[in-house]
């Protein structure tokens, strides 16, 4: 009977739940699976964040409901972030809100900014609420690419154009997920100078703020005059401070659109538990050690899964930022698809990766690879790869 309901039958069966399924089965088999799927941290959060979480919830006064909006201590540490980390001033009453991960947050902008047959423009592939979030809504999604390339503006070009309705909406994610392309504050600049002369909001996710390479720190949009006027950005702690299960995010910017979020959100929830937001407000406001920490242990991550899958036959791009590889599949095997390549590299190597097609079509003939497992784990995984590789006939060359 379910796909009698009207938004059931907007959404697609949700590709990688599939290899989720078979990674779970072959796990209860007693399978050793090194699961590369999922960008689950596997750090734990800064001891004096979990020690504010314990003082708290031990005060009888913490269990009744919080406040929906976030604590204003959360919000004005939110607000201090952007001022160290960016050199932006919001002011914590009207451009920030809190929100249960940017996940929740970008569903419930959805649900207060979109009519039915509006037109959102989403990058393809893109991380699946970057479409799914405005489609539950009731928009129609027009697809523009997610490399920020001359291409990307002349889709954006195009859509206005010859899009009816004209959309309302850009979607951007930098450093992307999945593919984690990355841009700088020039990008930006032309975005807002964009999205002014075509009246359009931009919703920019920056879920992986902190998690960038090589030195070069990732921007952000609210670094761009004027862009309060068009624009809102979520941000996370979950990968920032390893605190994925903690369901903490933050929408800021334009004061309409953060007062629509905030209205909706309302009338959804009382609010994160308080003290989860008083831990989080010790995240924000502590020592800020963890966030190097992490950044230095996924680049070392990345460095030795590059290499390590490099030497196995299989060529990996070395990802510019975020926790996740956007790898080719190997040539000789790129007419099986990513799905099946995904399938299989569970049962024959034991790894399990999501398939790129789960990512939106153009996701096709990759695989996304989390960083989630120590360097030995990597390590095992390539030689597994490896011995897969072998059993199909293809070596280093031929890979």
């Known amino acids: 009977m379910n796909d009698q309901f009207y938004r059931m039958k ?35 959060p800064p001891s004096h964040v979990i020690d504010k979480l314990c003082e708290v919830a031990s005060k009888p006064d913490a269990h009744g409901y919080s406040q929906s909006k976030g604590i204003p201590g959360l919000r004005r540490a939110q607000a201090g972030y952007y001022e160290r980390r960016f050199g932006v001033e919001l002011d914590p009453e009207s451009e920030v809100v809190v929100t249960m991960g940017s996940k929740e947050g970008l569903s419930s902008l959805a649900t207060a900014i979109i009519a039915p047959g509006d037109v959102v423009l989403a990058p393809n592939p893109s991380y699946p609420i970057h479409t799914f979030g405005f489609i539950i809504a009731g928009a129609t999604i027009r697809s523009v690419p997610t490399t920020p390339d001359e291409q990307y503006w002349l889709s954006l070009e195009r859509a206005m154009n010859f899009t009816v309705p004209r959309p309302s909406v850009l979607v951007v994610s930098y450093p992307s997920n999945p593919t984690a392309e990355v841009v700088d504050l020039a990008f930006y600049e032309r975005l807002v100078a964009w999205a002014r002369e075509n009246q359009v909001w931009v919703v920019s996710d920056l879920a992986y703020s902190e998690l960038y390479f090589d030195g070069k720190p990732t921007p952000s949009i609210m670094q761009v005059e004027g862009a309060k006027d068009v624009a809102i950005e979520f941000t996370s702690m979950s990968k920032t401070y390893s605190m994925a299960g903690w369901r903490m995010g933050f929408a800021v910017g334009n004061r309409q659109l953060i007062a629509a979020l905030t209205r909706v959100k309302s009338y959804l929830d009382y609010g994160a538990f308080t003290p989860v937001q008083a831990a989080a407000c010790a995240a924000l406001n502590g020592p800020q050690d963890i966030v190097e920490a992490n950044r230095q242990l996924y680049h070392k991550r990345r460095d030795v ?59 096709e003939g990759y695989v996304r690879i989390a960083m989630v497992e120590n360097e030995q784990r990597l390590r095992q995984a390539a030689r597994n790869v490896k011995r897969y590789l072998q059993s199909l006939g293809i070596n280093s060359s031929a890979a």
């Open 10 to 44: 907007r959404m697609p069966p949700y590709v990688i739940a599939e290899v989720n399924a078979m990674r779970h089965a072959a796990r209860l088999a007693g399978q050793d699976i090194i699961d590369l799927g999922m960008g689950n941290p596997d750090q734990p």
């Open 305 to 363: 899964m590059v290499e390590a899958f490099g030497r196995a036959g299989w060529d990996i791009p070395p990802p510019p930022a975020s926790m996740f590889a956007w790898a080719p599949l190997p040539p000789a095997l790129r007419e099986m698809g990513s799905l099946e390549f995904s399938k299989q590299l569970l049962t024959q190597a034991q790894v399990a990766v999501a398939p790129g097609v789960g990512y939106g079509e153009n996701g």
